[in-house]
């Protein structure tokens, strides 16, 4: 199977900031990575896919970039509803794996 | 649009089988552009694909669970189903049924998911 490592796993920042979580695949995955943003007893929900192209409906302020074993989602201005733990996702071989998660709380 | 539903008991003892459902509103399983999946998310931990079925009954499952898992899909009511057999405590989780598509450059991702159905394995 292919091992997702995301980075960090905890982060604490304030209303404003520019965040990057960083996801590294332990094979090459080509551009098969997906995001999802998850709160607390809720479902998952897509943000991105194929690395960079974001689903319909959810803000610019997200945007998700690489290509091969590393890649980077990254929210530009934090606003108090995306304050959730994101996963990544590859796609490129089956069984699909999840990263670990990152936890990102209010500073 | 395309809603997913879970449902099920919420108490399984060890050794039996979870038996799971997940109902398609505003959309069809029928349709060849979707396979339906199941992922589960054990209590403080991360997320696990457990597998996918195409409206075929084509599937796919996990090789770590694959002896296990069967899932079946019945067009007639718009549904599939988990079964996961000889569960333990370690089957303890919250079991989620999504939706993954396929756009037309071949890129996948699970656009549509349930609201989770938490499963307890316990005597």
């Known amino acids: 199977d292919i091992q997702l490592t995301q980075s960090p796993s905890f982060l604490s920042a304030s209303v404003g900031d520019r965040v990057t979580i960083t996801c590294r695949a332990s094979q090459g995955i080509s551009s098969y990575l997906a995001w999802y943003q998850q709160k607390p007893g809720k479902a998952p929900k897509l943000l991105i896919y194929a690395a960079s192209t974001l689903q319909s409906g959810v803000p610019s302020r997200f945007s998700g970039s690489g290509s091969g074993t590393e890649f980077t989602l990254t929210i530009s201005s934090l606003q108090p509803e995306d304050f959730a733990t994101y996963y990544c996702?590859?796609?490129?071989?089956?069984?699909?794996?999840f990263g670990q998660g990152t936890k990102v709380e209010i500073k | 649009q395309v809603q997913l539903q879970e449902s099920g008991p919420g108490l399984v003892k060890p050794s039996e089988t979870l038996s799971l459902t997940c109902t398609v509103s505003g959309g069809s399983v029928s349709s060849g552009s979707y396979y339906w999946s199941w992922i589960r998310q054990p209590p403080g931990k991360g997320l696990e694909w457990i597998g996918y079925i195409y409206y075929s009954g084509s599937t796919n499952y996990n090789p770590s669970l694959k002896s296990r898992v069967t899932i079946s899909v019945d067009t007639s009511k718009n549904q599939f189903s988990l079964k996961l057999s000889s569960v333990t405590a370690a089957d303890t989780a919250v079991y989620y049924c999504?939706?993954?598509?396929?756009?037309?450059?071949?890129?996948?991702?699970?656009?549509?998911w349930g609201k989770g159905t938490t499963v307890t394995v316990s005597s």
């Open positions: 999504a939706r993954e598509s396929v756009d037309i450059w071949g890129r996948d991702y699970m656009d549509v």
């Open positions: 996702q590859q796609l490129n071989s089956y069984p699909p794996t």
